[in-house]
């Protein structure tokens, strides 16, 4: 993992993190401390994947990544709603009063922002942390859950690697 952080670090530094879906380079925030890592995980009630938590507090506060980036915690990254990492999982995991068939699985936390309603969510309950995406526009009313999910990596550290490896992960991911 270390490798991975290195490598982050580097790719931040060579300022060559674009925006891929706004016109512009991105400003990583500045990175998450501890005790702000403490408070996102019991505000959400579970612990956040390791690999993450040391982007968060080793490397940037989000600010970077595919799509519309990186969903810090904190006054870290926002998606284009305003919503930090805990505000959006939040948000996700309320019930909806228009579809009761919405249950957002516990531990499924939303860290990477595509646009409007996608996100890239990684699983904070299993093993190897695998990385889905979800669009809720698939998901009709009362239609399972299961509707809205994409399985796109096996890890988030597959996921970044690929990343840093110049690969389009919205075509990767959507690809027929």
Not at 80 to 86: F, K, S, T, V
Not at 90 to 95: A, D, H, I
Not at 144 to 149: F, S
């Amino acid at each position: 993992m270390d490798e991975l952080i290195y490598a982050l670090r580097a790719k931040l530094q060579r300022n060559t993190v674009k925006n891929e879906f706004i016109d512009g380079v991105f400003s990583p925030r500045e990175a998450a401390s501890n005790d702000a890592i403490v408070l996102a995980e019991t505000q959400m009630g579970f612990t956040i994947c390791p690999l993450l938590k040391r982007i968060y507090t080793e490397v940037a506060n989000g600010g970077f990544g595919p799509g519309s980036g990186i969903i810090g915690v904190g006054n870290g990254f926002t998606d284009d709603w305003g919503h930090n990492l805990e505000e959006l999982y939040e948000y996700f995991s309320l019930r909806k009063h228009y579809d009761v068939s919405w249950r957002w699985p516990q531990g499924l936390l939303p860290f990477c922002h595509w646009g409007y309603t996608t996100y890239s969510c990684v699983d904070c309950n299993q093993p190897h942390y695998p990385v889905l995406i979800i669009d809720p526009d698939y998901k009709a009313q009362d239609d399972d859950m299961e509707e809205m999910i994409i399985e796109h990596k096996d890890s988030i550290v597959e996921w970044f690697y690929d990343w840093l490896g110049g690969k389009d992960l919205w075509a990767d991911a959507f690809a027929p």
